[in-house]
């Protein structure tokens, strides 16, 4: 166990929806990262949070969009989804936004658009 | 941006063997490297990691190189077991001015044969 929880952990929904992934980094850790992984798929940026301001951005689509609230826990919101959006969703937290801070992942939200 | 080329996608070797995955990222600034393990169902755990002012790390039977000229960095294990079978992602980090910017390769799905 990581310490980093993420839910729900699966989501069914029909296309053109919206939906809402949360996750809650480990106790400590400041930064929060976003990534999906679709199937048979490595892992793609998406987001990158720190302390409540963003701080980078992947292949994030502009349909997709995540906030990182006071107490540090972090929302990605999905909307107008399509099929291809089916995936895994991982959240990551780290201690900092330095270099080298290793990166902690949650179990991941399996997002299903049916 | 950073690409990201891992190879090979599959890899299967007899128990005791020795396995290597490699990769080659295109931009030169990238200055950490970490390798991720992730079993089935699983999410991805940090295996090793290092950096670009090292030229190889060790931990156990586990080992990475990284030639910053050519662009290229891999990953070793030796006598592998069949609690190695799993799929590896390499990452390439960009750090700079306060942000990461994170870029995975497509995994290599390594079967240890029993």
């Known amino acids: 166990d990581s310490g980093v929880t993420q839910t729900p952990k699966h989501l069914i929904t029909a296309t053109g929806q919206r939906v809402t992934l949360r996750c809650s980094p480990r106790?400590?850790?400041?930064?929060v990262y976003w990534y999906q992984q679709s199937l048979d798929q490595g892992l793609q940026f998406l987001i990158q949070y720190y302390n409540g301001e963003e701080r980078a951005k992947g292949n994030i689509l502009e349909r997709f969009s995540a906030q990182q609230f006071p107490d540090l826990h972090s929302e990605l919101n999905l909307s107008s989804l399509e099929l291809g959006d089916s995936a895994l969703y991982f959240c990551?937290?780290?201690?900092?936004?330095?270099?080298?801070?290793?990166?902690?992942f949650g179990p991941g939200t399996r997002l299903t658009v049916l | 941006g950073e690409n990201v080329e891992q190879h090979p996608s599959t890899l299967s070797v007899q128990e005791g063997d020795s396995a290597v995955i490699k990769c080659t990222y295109s931009d030169s600034a990238s200055n950490y490297f970490p390798w991720y393990k992730q079993e089935l169902g699983k999410r991805p755990q940090l295996i090793i990691d290092i950096r670009s002012n090292v030229g190889e790390k060790k931990d156990q039977r586990i080992a990475v190189t990284l030639n910053k000229t050519a662009k290229h960095f891999s990953l070793h294990i030796t006598e592998t077991q069949p609690e190695d079978s799993a799929v590896y992602f390499c990452?390439?980090?960009?750090?700079?001015?306060?942000?990461?910017?994170?870029?995975f390769g497509t995994g290599t799905k390594l079967q240890v044969i029993p």
């Open positions: 990551a937290s780290a201690r900092g936004t330095g270099a080298y801070n290793e990166q902690f």
């Open positions: 106790s400590g850790d400041l930064s």
């Open positions: 990452a390439a980090i960009l750090y700079s001015g306060g942000y990461q910017k994170v870029t």
